[in-house]
């Protein structure tokens, strides 16, 4: 009897202990399944062909071929071919301005006036004193007519006549002295117009109307910055100095492009006008000027600029992108993905970079795969599901998480959805 309750007892704790790891069990796979987003793999699972958990998810993009420019860039500051202070050249009160502020002008248009009538009133006194001096010099001439036939008549004597010549002589120098009077007194009452010297876009109006302008204030009435052509000034590092002198000396134009301070939005394009004759050696660089035609207005003067100036095009080159390129003790490379779904260390030799995307001399091939997101994990030989940035858990195989703490919006970390 005493028999028959020990085994009762036996079987009694061992249901216990199987309940409890039964509980456990359900326990730990909800957990995997709502925190996790994963579930235990049976092997009808991994029978099937879908990826397992070694697996790195990854996102490749296939290598392309075609021509790739080779650019320098430099940073630069537009600058005006001429800047101009418009200054009054007489003294005098400014009675009308005739333009409006940051207006495009064309050499000649009239910007202001200055009250011209004393300027007038000089011109008439010079005009006066040029007719007197003529009349002046008309009567001596008439007396020397006379004097020289009362000379051949022997009734007067030769120095008088000799003297009278003096006189006409003296009589033509001051009516050039008028004569020169008169054209200043013009050129004055000219100056009280003021009009513009080049063809530009005025700045902020200086001097308002009424005041009494000089021709020695320093700051004028007005800016002329002449856009149109408007030049960049920029500098790269003296040792593609002897890149660029080489082109330039063939007399092939060289592009530049002009992009905004982001290096984004391209702004304009020109050709290389110049190169300045010494480097600057605190900064190891040197001065480059381009000339841009500025139609539509983009460059404004003093305007930071970054420069892309062509050099070459390498034809029929490998291209990938750069977010593909890694970098260790062998120097640059990039990890391949095989047919079967796994990964090879690539050695590469890299071209020149344009943006996202970096030419490839040799170690790739075209329409070859290369990781661009996920390389972190990765090693030689590695098994990898491949993922697109777009992708969703159908497509890719991966099963949907349940939403839990560790969830993201667009995937789990840990099953490598990169979003």
Do not use: C
């Not at 001097?207 to 960049?232: E, F, S, W, Y």
């Amino acid at each position: 009897m005493t028999l028959d309750v020990n085994k009762e007892q036996t079987k009694g704790r061992l249901r216990w202990k199987i309940g409890i790891a039964v509980i456990l069990l359900i326990a730990v796979a909800i957990y995997l399944i709502k925190f996790t987003g994963t579930a235990p793999e049976t092997n009808n699972h991994k029978k099937s062909g879908k990826f397992t958990d070694t697996d790195i998810a990854v996102t490749a993009v296939a290598a392309t071929q075609g021509d790739f420019p080779v650019y320098l860039s430099g940073l630069g500051t537009v600058t005006a071919l001429r800047t101009v202070t418009v200054r009054s050249r007489v003294d005098g009160e400014l009675i009308h301005v005739a333009f409006k502020e940051g207006q495009m002008v064309k050499e000649g248009d009239l910007l202001a006036e200055i009250d011209p009538r004393a300027f007038q009133a000089q011109l008439m006194q010079t005009e006066g004193q040029l007719r007197r001096d003529e009349a002046l010099l008309k009567n001596s001439e008439i007396d020397l007519v006379r004097y020289k036939t009362l000379l051949a008549q022997d009734s007067i004597a030769a120095q008088q006549t000799v003297t009278q010549e003096s006189l006409i002589n003296q009589n033509k120098g001051t009516l050039e002295i008028d004569r020169g009077l008169v054209a200043n007194a013009k050129l004055q009452l000219i100056y009280t117009r003021i009009t513009a010297p080049i063809s530009g876009r005025l700045g902020l109006r200086l001097v308002d109307q009424g005041n009494i302008v000089h021709a020695a204030d320093a700051n004028g009435l007005v800016v002329i910055t002449q856009i149109q052509p408007i030049a960049v000034v920029f500098t790269l590092p003296e040792d593609r100095l002897q890149d660029v002198m080489k082109k330039f000396h063939t007399g092939d134009s060289i592009t530049l492009d002009a992009y905004d301070r982001r290096g984004q939005i391209k702004l304009a394009q020109g050709q290389l006008s110049a190169v300045d004759n010494q480097i600057d050696t605190t900064t190891g660089t040197v001065k480059l000027k381009g000339q841009f035609a500025n139609e539509d207005g983009a460059l404004f003067s003093n305007q930071f600029v970054n420069i892309k100036m062509a050099m070459d095009t390498l034809r029929s080159v490998t291209i990938m992108p750069t977010s593909a390129i890694q970098r260790g003790t062998m120097g640059a490379f990039a990890y391949v993905v095989q047919a079967n779904q796994t990964v090879s260390v690539r050695p590469l030799t890299l071209g020149p970079v344009e943006g996202e995307k970096v030419a490839v001399l040799t170690g790739l091939q075209p329409d070859e795969q290369v990781v661009v997101d996920g390389a972190d994990k990765l090693r030689d030989g590695m098994k990898v599901k491949l993922i697109t940035r777009d992708a969703t858990p159908a497509a890719t195989g991966i099963a949907a998480p349940l939403p839990g703490p560790n969830s993201q919006q667009g995937g789990n970390k840990k099953n490598g959805s990169n979003g």
